[in-house]
């Protein structure tokens, strides 16, 4: 019972989140077709399928297995909600949306395959630059405190390049943003940095000798 209590407590955060994005966002689903909301539905049963089979795998020991199992969800959430992925089957459902799609890329409308022209547009410390650096920053953290076949650095970066790629892609089915391949190389970056600052805490926080008290796994990819 109080294995299932320690779940539950897990997803109840990014539930509430889920709830109020809903509650928010209702609107913008009252007057579409059944069709949209039944992809809508589809796009939540995806997302928070995947959490619960997560949790359900998980072992929840101690408090901070708790706290970075539910921060960790919760951070998908809000990268998924930044990025477009609970409109993307709304869009995907609409008349002509690959016709759509093609011709933004045929004229470039909000699409740069240019790498580092973003450097060209903002100053180094700019809110564009900064803001994609961050996002996946949190990432290069979580992947070697919750998967060990993702604790190293190359893994780490081929992971982040993967989710940063399928973002993109995300943004350009969608038109919720633009496409940039500069933020790919940001956000890819910025999860590397994660990923040192986690070994460095790692350093700091464990003796010499003694085992990685801040790693835990216990995860079906273990």
């Not at 992925?85 to 409308?109: C, N, P, T």
């Amino acid at each position: 019972m109080i294995a299932l209590l320690k779940k539950f407590l897990v997803l109840v955060p990014v539930a509430v989140l889920g709830i109020f994005y809903l509650h928010d966002h209702y609107g913008a689903y009252t007057h579409v077709r059944n069709k949209r909301l039944l992809f809508l539905a589809l796009t939540i049963l995806l997302l928070y399928g995947w959490m619960f089979l997560e949790v359900a795998e998980r072992t929840q020991k101690t408090f901070f297995q708790m706290f970075v199992q539910a921060s960790f969800y919760v951070y998908i959430f809000m990268v998924l909600t930044l990025t477009g992925y609970f409109i993307l089957f709304r869009e995907v459902s609409a008349h002509d949306w690959w016709q759509k799609m093609m011709v933004r890329i045929g004229r470039r409308d909000h699409v740069n395959l240019q790498l580092f022209k973003m450097f060209k547009i903002y100053k180094l410390f700019s809110k564009q630059i900064i803001g994609n650096f961050i996002m996946l920053l949190p990432l290069g953290i979580f992947l070697p405190l919750l998967y060990r076949k993702i604790s190293g650095l190359f893994p780490v970066f081929l992971v982040s390049l993967m989710v940063s790629t399928t973002i993109e892609l995300l943004q350009l089915v969608t038109s919720f943003r633009s496409t940039d391949v500069d933020d790919v190389f940001l956000n890819t970056l910025g999860a590397c940095a994660g990923y040192v600052l986690y070994k460095l805490v790692i350093l700091a926080w464990t003796p010499p000798g003694e085992a990685n008290s801040l790693a835990f796994v216990e995860t079906p990819m273990a």
